[in-house]
């Protein structure tokens, strides 16, 4: 069969396939790895995975493949201490192995767990050095539980807050606002809830660049909407019965995850819509409108939809949402609404 161009034709045997854009998911400490594990074991597929870490036995026990000590001369793989400082200058220290780990990236995301040494510490640096490569950058990060302490959230606030300053889009999941979501659940079931929200952000915006779907979206759209954005809302949304794009799509928007903030006015926005096989394009346009109707009019929109087996009877939505007009810093709950040490 010949194909047709603007500027004459050729054959479709003369056309080279395209390589596949590459994504890493770097995990990044204790919290970054436990998460990173969790993407393992529930088969997330189309990405590489790559665990840091201070912690000699830690790395040792990771299900990745691709593992790398970080500063082994300052920590000798004993671990960071739960000091930011010393996980900074390990990182540091390996700054060379990272180049060289992440060169060639496409799209980087790097996932921690806020508030502890090293991930706190050196994901600033391996969003750094990810840019400097010229990988796309998503920080994807969980706030520590309020029990944690104060010193252990002030730490995180001001990790996050350094690591804005080196990533594309930032995406900050409060551990504390999951308690909405879950309710009374057992304190392991707790912190296995966060890691799962990391993957599914991940999921939600790999997905639509590496599973066939019913709409297909390419990594320059993505990029379109993530390069250099700030600070990103991440929405879930499960619905099921004869409402479901409606439920989903509503769920996602209002999403407990979202905080005090709300998707309105946003300028960007990914929107991964999954189903099983009896997903209708009745489906897919009910959930999109009730997104495009809370966003910028003008807003630049990828919707991808994907098609799972195992979600027959549900629709699953997952938003994005950048572009927002205050577009600033990193805001902690500590300047919003902590009250001070003193």
Do not use: W
């Amino acid at each position: 069969m010949e194909m047709v161009s603007g500027s004459g034709s050729f054959t479709a045997a003369g056309i080279q396939p395209s390589q596949s854009a590459r994504i890493e998911v770097i995990g990044v400490g204790g919290g970054g790895s436990n998460a990173v594990n969790r993407m393992i074991l529930s088969d997330l597929e189309g990405v590489g995975y790559r665990v840091l870490n201070t912690d000699a036995q830690a790395l040792i026990q990771s299900q990745a493949q691709q593992r790398l000590q970080l500063g082994q001369t300052l920590t000798r793989g004993l671990g960071a201490g739960g000091n930011p400082t010393i996980g900074q200058k390990a990182a540091e220290e390996s700054r060379t192995d990272l180049h060289d780990a992440l060169q060639g990236s496409d799209l980087v995301f790097i996932a921690a767990g806020m508030g502890g040494g090293t991930g706190t510490g050196a994901a600033p640096v391996v969003a750094e050095v990810a840019r400097e490569v010229g990988a796309l950058t998503v920080g994807i990060v969980t706030k520590p539980f309020g029990f944690e302490g104060r010193r252990r959230m002030r730490q995180a606030d001001e990790g996050i807050a350094r690591l804005a300053e080196h990533v594309d889009t930032l995406i900050v999941i409060p551990n504390d606002r999951l308690r909405d979501a879950i309710g009374g659940a057992p304190l392991q079931e707790a912190f296995r809830s966060a890691d799962d929200v990391l993957r599914m952000g991940v999921k939600g915006i790999s997905d639509i660049i590496t599973c066939p779907g019913l709409v297909n979206v390419d990594f320059a759209d993505v990029r379109s909407v993530m390069t250099e954005a700030g600070t990103a809302l991440l929405g879930i949304g499960i619905g099921s019965g004869r409402s479901r794009a409606v439920e989903a799509a509503q769920a996602a928007i209002a999403s407990p995850l979202l905080e005090t903030e709300r998707i309105d006015g946003a300028k960007g926005c990914v929107i991964n819509i999954s189903g099983g096989k009896d997903m209708t394009l009745e489906d897919m346009t009910t959930a999109s409108e009730v997104i495009y109707d809370v966003v910028d009019p003008e807003a630049n929109i990828i919707v991808g939809a994907v098609v799972d087996e195992a979600l027959e009877g549900e629709i699953h939505v997952t938003v994005i949402a950048t572009g927002f007009e205050n577009k600033q810093p990193y805001r902690s709950e500590r300047s919003r609404s902590m009250p001070s040490d003193g």
